[in-house]
C-alpha cells in the first residue's frame, strides 16, 4: 500500500529502556520529519531529514536519535527511555512538488 | 522566526451555527499555510491549504479559510456546524529555509459541538 507507515502502533516500554520506533513511506519524498504530540504543546518537532544520510535537530531532540540510510525509512530510536518521552510520534514526509505534508497514523509509546 | 498562534484552545459552537476557528502566523517569508483536522486516537487530515494562489482556500468538509497578508490571519470557517467537525484543529505553516523545509505547528483548537 502507498503512504507512510509506522510501527509498532502502541508500544509499552520500561525507563532506561531502548526502543525504536519505525517510520517507512512508498512515495519517495526527499523530506522526513518526526514529530511528538502531547496535551497542550500540539506538535513538535524532534528531529527531520532532507536526504538519506541528511538528518538535523528540530525544536526537541534531546533523548532521540535518527538515521536514514534509506529514502524510504526514518528510524526514531529512544537510546534510554524516560517517562517524559511517552508520548504519540508521528511521522511525516513533505511533497515538495504538492506542497503538502503527509503524517503516518502514529506510535502511541508509554514509558513506566 | 515562523511562530503559529491559534486563539482559543477549545472552541464550543451549537449544531447549525457558524464555525470560526483563529490562527495568525509570523513569517519573515511567504508561508505555505495549512489547516488540519485530527478525530481521536487519529493522525492528521489535511482539511486545506495555500500556497500563494488564491486567497480564498475551499477544503472537505465544507471548510474554508482566507489567507490575509495584511493581517497574518488564516481563519477556519464553516457556515454551519455538524457533529461529525467535534474534533481538534491545527493550524500549521511551512517555510523553506537554508535549503530544507519546516513546519511550525499552532497548539490545536479543540472544536466541541453542541447538540
Known amino acids: 500500500d502507498a503512504g507512510i507507515t509506522q510501527s509498532p502502533r502502541y508500544k509499552i516500554t520500561e525507563t532506561g529502556r531502548q526502543v525504536t520506533l519505525m517510520c517507512h513511506q512508498t512515495?519517495?519524498?526527499?523530506?522526513m520529519f518526526w514529530y511528538r504530540q502531547d496535551l497542550g504543546h500540539g506538535l513538535r518537532l524532534i528531529y527531520y531529514?532532507?536526504?538519506?544520510?541528511?538528518?538535523d535537530k528540530g525544536e526537541v531532540p534531546d533523548g532521540y536519535v535518527v538515521s536514514r540510510s534509506k529514502t524510504e525509512n526514518f528510524p526514531l530510536t529512544l537510546e534510554s527511555a524516560t517517562r517524559s518521552q511517552t508520548s504519540v510520534y508521528f511521522c511525516?514526509?513533505?511533497?515538495?512538488?504538492?506542497?503538502?505534508?503527509?503524517f503516518g497514523p502514529g506510535t502511541r509509546l508509554t514509558v513506566t | 522566526a515562523q511562530s503559529v498562534t491559534q486563539l482559543g484552545s477549545h472552541v464550543s459552537v451549537s449544531e447549525g451555527a457558524l464555525v470560526l476557528l483563529r490562527c495568525n502566523y509570523s513569517s519573515s517569508v511567504p508561508p505555505y499555510l495549512f489547516w488540519y483536522v485530527q478525530y481521536p486516537n487519529q493522525g492528521l487530515q489535511l482539511l486545506l491549504k495555500?500556497?500563494?494562489?488564491?486567497?480564498l482556500v475551499k477544503g472537505i468538509n465544507g471548510f474554508e479559510a482566507e489567507f490575509k497578508k495584511s493581517e497574518t490571519s488564516f481563519h477556519l470557517t464553516k457556515p454551519s456546524a455538524h457533529m461529525s467537525d467535534a474534533a481538534e484543529y491545527f493550524c500549521a505553516l511551512a517555510y523553506s529555509g537554508a535549503g530544507s523545509y519546516q513546519l511550525t505547528f499552532g497548539k490545536g483548537t479543540k472544536l466541541s459541538v453542541i447538540p
Open positions: 511525516a514526509t513533505w511533497d515538495r512538488v504538492g506542497h503538502e505534508q503527509y
Open positions: 495555500y500556497t500563494s494562489a488564491a486567497t
Open positions: 531529514s532532507a536526504a538519506a544520510d541528511i538528518t
Open positions: 512515495w519517495s519524498h526527499s523530506y
